[in-house]
């Protein structure tokens, strides 16, 4: 059953949560108990998942870095989470002063830390929204008045997309986004892949089970499948540390132990 | 410290390239190259400020320490590498451990000052975010309260145990009181004598949990007792594991529209002038006591109908006749509805009175006679004082053996009857006279519509010749398949026909059929085929077009004229210059036969049958069946018979015998001459295709030959 738009959600910290979580691995202390006692048993499963999460955390970095490089000075970045470190509207700045961003994310314990965290700052906003009812996320004030303007913006779909199940269809999803992006618009999306570490999937998923957030690891091929409509930049769908790598000694020699797909699309 | 560096010696620059490989190594890259390297020039910097200050101070390690925690260089790992750095390439002798130290200390501090921020921060999220959850949520039980609290609807909130918790201001105005008029009351309270069959059974099942809401209208007493009718609808509220928990009532006013209806209930039901019941509704009561009879109940109905109203409304006017009425009314309700009848007005002058629970026949004409004695002193009508009568139709009868329609009818006729029979009194149901009157009623009512809808058939019986036992001719016998009363003879409705002219008609289909059959047969069989006979009603004989018609229906047919026989009453034809006589010379010339039908029946007149154009004659069947009688002289009997053959003999007819029904009489018969005999010994009236089978047989038996 759907909850009328009126009614509030619940903030539930007795769960973990997949922000908070992302924020143990990368080192911060914006979490809960419940959030490290998952962190923990994940990587005691799979020890690298923090330097996964960073490599995560570079791309994005390396991504928003080359969209602002390209002239983009709009910035919506959905799912954001809990975006102390690099976060979307810094990294930009450093090329594109005057940048704007539009974080949003269905948590509200995430919204709220970004509220608190860009209260300052008046080129940022916050939106509480489902990624999944990408309608209503589309119309809601601050990413309708980012889209409307008609200069190409910078799509985020950076490691969220794998918490959206089948079922809630991703592909239908970005399409709808895509449908709402000016032309000359860019997608940057990471994606948990099957194909990395195939021994680590499993369990890995079974964990996750247990959050608000299931998670759905993909193929390459389905993952792939996310940017039609879109001209893939160099190099393509690969592996995090694989794209645009700012030196060769970054890639290293097993890039797949990243088990995470990241490109970037242009839209015609 | 005074001696002075000496650059050959200079640890430096090793140094800051194992410093800076370890910043870039160790950050999996969330950080730009850029910003790296500008952390790793500071950094430089600020060790040698450490490492060359004078007295030593150790604050700018402790910043490095510090700035690397900035910049997320949280883990552990990290500090590992850096102290082990520091001790492996001492940056100058002694200070090395200590620089370590305070990068330690530094980087430790900053960490736990970042650790503590940040559980402050999210604690702030989270409770932020809480806060706003119960904001929108206080926000959400405000709209729902001001929804329970401005609700036009009256809502009322109980538990499973009936005690009702909550009302709002809606329903407290609903039924008058105030707050603390409810408080402790109970659900089960709030039972009205008037309440829906169903309404309590409805709610136990709403609070086992059985069902999830009920609808019904029901009326509540108000706190100054007045009634308040509602449209009620109860909801059954559960928790999250679907367990019953709360039951909402909502409750809206309809007296208005309760009231409106039940005027317009009693406006349908009841006749305007005397208030008693009207004609749609007695027949609801009526048929209300066939709907579930128990075994062997009865029930009775007095059909009342005033004796000379027609005068009185004539003479009087209508305004005295209405008076009259009323007071009549007045009188039956009176005396019969404390007795337990329904007492209703049909229309007119009309009243009906319904017991629907009768003991027998003696308790219908009590009720008869008590109308009858109530209506007996004068009614006085503005100057007039008005004797009534009234005539009174009684019937009773068990529930099992009637039907609403059948008893209603069967009342009025009794009543007329009473009528016929004289005023002021009331005629008991006859079932005989009953029985006639409804044929009556049942046929001409009918009749018009059942040629149409092809409700009339056609079967043949056999006419027999009594030399050889074969088939000489058939007669036509109009047969009528009636919806209600089944198949009727044409003695049951032929006379209505005639009187209402639909023998017209009727005697032309039965003409057209017949010969069209006959002449089927005549085709097939030829001279084995039967004479066709068919009876011809006296106001058919005296139609202008009878000749016409016959001749039309010859020709399209294609029967042989001499195949036809025609069979008139000895009452179709009364004289010398009967109108009918030159119709009957018509048909004749044509080459169709007349036959004397039923002769013997009626006072006949031996002096016309002579001038009459007839070639048969048949004997009246009574004169035959009272052969079988032995109350009458059968030898007379037989004599009377034997006259009657001679007599047609000698004026060249043939002579047909009906009801032969023994083989004796057919055999007495034959020998006294008689020519054809028809009856049940020879065959009773059949469908055509039982004729044909028997034509058929005889040309088998016989070697007929086409």
């Known amino acids: 059953m759907t909850r009328p738009q009126w009614v509030p959600p619940g903030t539930d910290t007795e769960k973990p949560n997949a922000a908070r979580v992302y924020d143990y691995y990368l080192g911060g202390s914006h979490n809960f108990a419940v959030d490290r006692e998952l962190a923990r048993r994940a990587v005691e499963l799979w020890p690298e998942l923090p330097m996964i999460m960073r490599a995560n955390r570079a791309f994005l970095r390396r991504a928003v870095h080359y969209a602002a490089e390209q002239g983009i000075t709009r910035f919506l970045d959905i799912g954001s989470g809990i975006p102390t470190f690099g976060a979307v509207h810094e990294i930009a700045r450093e090329t594109a002063p005057g940048a704007e961003v539009v974080y949003v994310d269905q948590d509200p314990v995430a919204v709220a830390h970004s509220e608190l965290l860009l209260a300052d700052d008046p080129l940022s906003q916050v939106v509480q929204a489902d990624l999944r009812q990408p309608a209503d996320l589309l119309t809601r004030p601050p990413v309708a008045a980012l889209l409307d303007a008609g200069e190409p913006v910078a799509v985020l779909l950076v490691a969220v997309l794998h918490f959206i199940t089948d079922a809630e269809d991703p592909e239908g999803i970005v399409r709808q986004l895509r449908a709402a992006m000016p032309a000359g618009s860019i997608l940057i999306l990471s994606h948990a892949c099957l194909e990395g570490r195939p021994d680590q999937t499993g369990p890995h998923q079974d964990l996750y089970a247990r959050t608000p957030t299931p998670l759905t690891m993909r193929s390459r091929k389905r993952i792939s499948g996310l940017f039609d409509g879109f001209d893939l930049v160099e190099p393509g769908v690969v592996y995090l540390p694989e794209w645009q790598p700012e030196n060769p000694g970054a890639v290293g020699s097993h890039p797949e132990r990243f088990t995470g797909m990241a490109g970037v699309g242009r839209l015609p | ?706």
């Open chain 2, 1 to 706: 410290m005074s001696a002075a560096p000496a650059p050959a010696r200079e640890p430096a620059d090793s140094f800051g390239e194992a410093w800076a490989a370890l910043l870039h190594e160790s950050h999996g890259g969330m950080l730009a190259p850029a910003v790296i390297r500008r952390l790793v020039n500071r950094t430089t910097e600020l060790l040698r400020e450490a490492r060359n200050g004078d007295p030593f101070d150790p604050r700018p390690a402790e910043e490095v320490g510090a700035l690397l925690v900035h910049a997320r260089y949280t883990d552990p790992g990290v500090l590992a590498r850096v102290v082990t750095l520091f001790q492996r390439q001492p940056l100058d002798g002694p200070r090395g451990p200590a620089l370590a130290g305070a990068f330690a200390a530094g980087w430790a501090v900053a960490l736990r000052e970042k650790t503590l921020r940040e559980q402050e921060s999210i604690r702030l999220a989270a409770d932020s975010a809480r806060k706003g959850a119960e904001r929108a949520l206080y926000a959400s039980e405000a709209r729902f309260r001001a929804l329970f609290e401005s609700a036009a609807i009256g809502i009322g909130i109980g538990d499973l145990e009936g005690r009702i918790l909550e009302v709002n201001p809606a329903l407290l105005e609903l039924f008058g009181a105030r707050p603390e008029d409810l408080a402790g009351r109970r659900v089960d309270d709030l039972v009205h004598p008037e309440d829906t069959p169903g309404v309590w059974d409805a709610y136990g099942e709403l609070i086992a949990g059985k069902r999830d809401h009920f609808q019904f209208d029901k009326p509540y007493y108000r706190h100054d007792g007045e009634v308040v009718w509602t449209h009620l609808t109860v909801t059954l509220i559960r928790d999250q594991q679907q367990r019953p928990q709360y039951q909402v009532a909502m409750l809206e006013d309809i007296t208005d529209r309760y009231r409106l209806q039940e005027r317009l209930r009693f406006q349908a039901t009841h006749d305007e002038l005397t208030g008693l019941l009207n004609r749609a509704a007695f027949f609801e009561r009526l048929e209300a006591v066939f709907e579930a009879p128990e075994p062997g109940a009865r029930f009775g109905l007095c059909y009342v109908d005033l004796d000379g109203f027609k005068v009185i409304n004539d003479s009087l006017g209508h305004d005295a006749g209405d008076q009259l009425l009323a007071a009549v009314a007045a009188r039956l309700a009176a005396v019969l509805t404390p007795l337990g009848h329904v007492v209703a007005r049909l229309g007119g002058d009309e009243f009906v009175v319904l017991l629907e629970n009768c003991s027998g026949a003696e308790e219908a004409v009590a009720v008869a006679e008590t109308l009858l004695e109530a209506l007996d002193g004068p009614v006085v009508v503005g100057d007039h004082r008005l004797s009534v009568g009234a005539s009174v139709g009684v019937l009773e009868r068990t529930v099992a053996t009637t039907t609403p329609m059948a008893a209603v009818r069967a009342a009025d006729l009794t009543l007329y009857r009473a009528k016929e029979e004289g005023r002021g009194r009331w005629t008991l149901f006859d079932p005989r006279q009953n029985a006639r009157a409804v044929n009556r009623y049942a046929v001409s009512v009918r009749m018009p519509v059942a040629l149409d809808r092809g409700e009339f058939f056609i079967d043949y019986q056999p006419l027999c010749s009594l030399a050889d036992g074969s088939l000489a001719a058939v007669e036509a016998l109009v047969r009528w398949r009636h919806p209600q009363l089944g198949v009727l003879g044409p003695e049951e409705f032929v006379a209505t026909a005639e009187e209402t002219g639909l023998i017209i008609p009727l005697g032309r289909w039965v003409l057209e059929q017949a010969c069209a059959q006959a002449a089927d047969w005549s085709r097939r069989f030829g001279a084995a085929a039967p004479q066709l006979n068919v009876n011809l009603a006296a106001r058919q004989a005296r139609t202008a077009g009878l000749v016409s018609d016959v001749a039309d229906i010859l020709a399209s047919t294609g029967l042989d004229p001499g195949l036809l026989q025609l069979e008139i009453t000895e009452s179709a034809v009364v004289g010398r210059d009967d109108e009918s006589l030159p119709a009957l010379h018509a048909l004749v010339g044509m080459g169709v036969s007349l036959a004397v039908d039923d002769f013997g029946s009626g006072w006949s007149n031996l002096a016309y049958l002579r001038d009459l154009p007839v070639s048969g004659l048949k004997i009246a069947g009574s004169f035959v069946a009272d052969l079988h009688d032995p109350e009458k002289d059968e030898q007379l009997g037989w004599r009377i018979v034997g006259a009657m053959v001679s007599l047609a003999h000698t004026l060249g007819l043939v002579v047909t015998a009906e009801e032969v029904e023994s083989e004796k009489h057919a055999e007495r018969l034959r020998s006294m001459g008689c020519d054809w005999a028809q009856g049940w010994y020879f065959g009773r009236p059949v469908r055509p295709s039982e004729i044909t089978v028997r034509i058929a047989d005889g040309i088998a038996q016989r070697g007929y030959r086409q």
